[in-house]
């Protein structure tokens, strides 16, 4: 009887560590899927919030993922990713607050602002600046994307993702393992004797 208890309190020790350890692969893979698989399989990407340009909605070190739109597509309350100067890289994500038509060339305009600026953006935002529109947003989750940078990300993933899954293994394979060494015990057990013998 001695014995028991304390052997018990292992096993449920090691069967809520099992669990945790499941849990926390599993919700590392569906980040992994949130912001790798699912953004490349529609041609999207992941970008961090820098500023707080859009609080409340996308406050700083908020992961927002978008997907190509078509101007068509866009409309005034969607949010949009573009360049803040045709040809250069820097974008920002920003509100569509208005639609407008160039008058000279028939091409729709953009206007922009920020949720937590007080005015809108200076110049109209052109189809060709158009990075997508956000599609879904991971609250904090930016901020670990900032710190990984793209050569570092390249190296990083593959490699937590496969530690991961060889833990995963490792924890699956000796509790197998233990079963089967229960069973074992259990089958070599001298039957109990009754009293008649």
Known sequence: MGTESPR????????LLNGLSLGVLLIIVALGALTIVVPAAVGGMPLSVLTGSMRPTYPPGTLVVIKPAAPEEIGVGDVITFQ????NPAVATHRVIARSTDSGTGEVRFTTQGDANNTPDAEPVQPVQIRGKVWY???Y????????DGSTR??????????????AAWTVGSGLRERR????????APAPRSEGD
């Open 154 to 167: 390249n190296w990083a993933v593959p490699t937590l993702t496969g530690a991961l899954f060889v833990y």
């Open 84 to 87: 803040i100067e045709s040809g």
């Open 181 to 188: 060494q229960k069973k074992r015990t259990a089958e070599e």
């Open 141 to 148: 989750l930016g901020w670990a994307n900032q710190a990984i």
């Open 137 to 139: 947003a991971i609250p």
């Open 8 to 15: 018990r309190a292992r096993e449920v020790l090691r069967t």
